[in-house]
């Protein structure tokens, strides 16, 4: 690994895809963003209203068109064939407007749910799952964490699951599912215990496969983040009571969860933490401009205070994540996925840091207005504190960072 040369930087190939993502965001999906969001308030919020339909259509379309599509595809034929680092640029941009992912089919959590459909999926999970998800027509949910216990530790997932006969029987209650309170979402990939507590304690789970409109399966609420829904994508809490599923359902087999939960987690952190990047970048831009534009006591805000400090630190934070991410996904590039985690971990935590940083100065800079309707910046600050728990909280991280840093000087255990 020390030999190869860590090319990080733009390369030919994604250079033109990069303008051609970041002139589409800017000219097609920014000026609907705002509109598609205030139309959650029209009719029912779990639905999509036909002004919701027709901007998505329009969207995705306009990108299929353009040969903008499902770009996380990294390493297979029907896709780009892109690098993690050159995907990263791409998920930079597209995180800087609401509909920037779904807009070129980039989603989480479907693109980790579609890269298990094609790793481990039967050929008819493909056809049924897959082939919709890479069209764009349906959504999915990634179901692992539970209210009973600290998810944070995924030994500890509990959810039942018992073979009976062709099926299997699915019992227990699942929070935090995202995106199934969408219409559109049909499949869960969902993580179960199908061992006892005496079988290793990473061959006790597995992931299987379960269809939303599956008998037993009932939405309880949405859980609310700083009170709001997040309609009709819904952060969901959910009761399976007595859902069977066929046997054929489970990936891979019995026991062999966390093998696929490895390979799932990883390229999705990046995704999440260069479109926080992209983020920080669109908050740092609004805070620029504010400050050129607005006066107080005879002078620009950039020329108030320690405002100029403010918006270097926040270029150098920025500068600095970036990096990091794409050492990162340089790292997983490499295809030695333990080697990678310690750095996905470390981006894990300090990305989400710093673009909820930059998006808390640029909204003190805007004063009242920076936490109103009239910026995306209280929105996504909001988006961005909640990455400090989704796939794994700040503190897990840092554990597994900690650990492989401890490993040098000892030859102890690390717990
Ligand atoms: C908006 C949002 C969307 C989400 N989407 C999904 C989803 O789609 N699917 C899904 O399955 N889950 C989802 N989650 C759940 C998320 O992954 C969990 O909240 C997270 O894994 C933590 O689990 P927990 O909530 O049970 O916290 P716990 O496990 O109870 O942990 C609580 C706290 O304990 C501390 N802690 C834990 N371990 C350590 C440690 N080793 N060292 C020090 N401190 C520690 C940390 O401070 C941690 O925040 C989502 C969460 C949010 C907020």
Not at 77 to 85: I, K, N, W
Not at 179 to 205: F, L, S, W
Not at 244 to 255: K, N
Not at 263 to 279: K, S, T, V
């Amino acid at each position: 690994m020390a030999d190869s040369v860590m090319d990080l930087g733009v390369s030919r190939k994604v250079s033109d895809l990069r303008d051609r993502v970041a002139e589409m965001i800017r000219d097609e999906v920014m000026p609907v963003d705002e509109e598609f969001l205030a139309e959650v308030n029209v009719g029912d919020r779990w639905s999509l209203t036909p002004r919701q339909q027709e901007i998505l259509a329009k969207l995705k379309g306009e990108a299929k068109k353009r040969g903008l599509w499902n770009f996380w595809l990294t390493d297979s034929d029907s896709g780009y064939g892109l690098t993690t680092v050159e995907y990263a640029y791409l998920a930079e941009e597209m995180g800087k407007a609401h509909l920037g992912a779904e807009t070129f089919n980039c989603s989480a959590p479907d693109t980790g749910n579609m890269e298990v459909f094609e790793r481990y999926g039967t050929a008819e999970m493909k056809e049924r799952w897959l082939k919709p998800l890479l069209e764009g027509e349906i959504r999915s949910a990634y179901a692992m964490t539970e209210p009973d216990v600290a998810s944070s530790d995924a030994t500890n997932i509990n959810m039942s699951c018992v073979r009976d006969g062709d099926e299997y029987v699915l019992n227990g209650e699942k929070h935090w599912i995202s995106g199934a309170g969408d219409p559109r979402c049909k499949v869960y990939i969902t993580m179960v215990k199908t061992g006892t507590d005496d079988d290793p304690k990473h061959k006790q789970h597995s992931m299987i496969v379960v269809p939303a409109d599956a008998p037993g399966i009932e939405i309880l609420r949405p859980m609310q983040v700083f009170s709001m829904d997040d309609a009709p994508h819904g952060h969901m809490h959910m009761r399976f009571t007595d859902v069977r599923v066929p046997a054929d359902s489970i990936l891979l087999g019995e026991g062999r969860g966390f093998e696929i939960a490895q390979g799932r987690l990883g390229p999705g952190r990046i995704h999440h933490c260069m479109r926080a990047i992209g983020q920080a970048e669109l908050a740092l831009e609004l805070m620029c401009k504010r400050s050129v534009q607005r006066e107080a006591f005879g002078k620009p805000l950039a020329q108030l205070g320690a405002n100029f400090d403010i918006i270097a630190d926040a270029r150098m934070e920025i500068e600095q994540a970036r990096l990091l991410c794409l050492k990162a996904a340089w790292m997983m590039d490499q295809g030695d996925a333990r080697a990678a985690a310690p750095w996905i971990s470390q981006i894990k935590v300090a990305a989400p840091l710093v673009a909820l940083k930059v998006t808390d100065d640029a909204m003190q800079m805007h004063g009242g207005v920076g936490i109103s309707q009239d910026t995306p910046l209280a929105r996504q600050w909001m988006h961005l504190r909640t990455l400090r728990f989704a796939d794994g909280p700040d503190a897990v991280h840092r554990r597994q960072v900690a650990r492989v840093e401890l490993k040098k000087y000892t030859q102890m255990k690390m717990g």
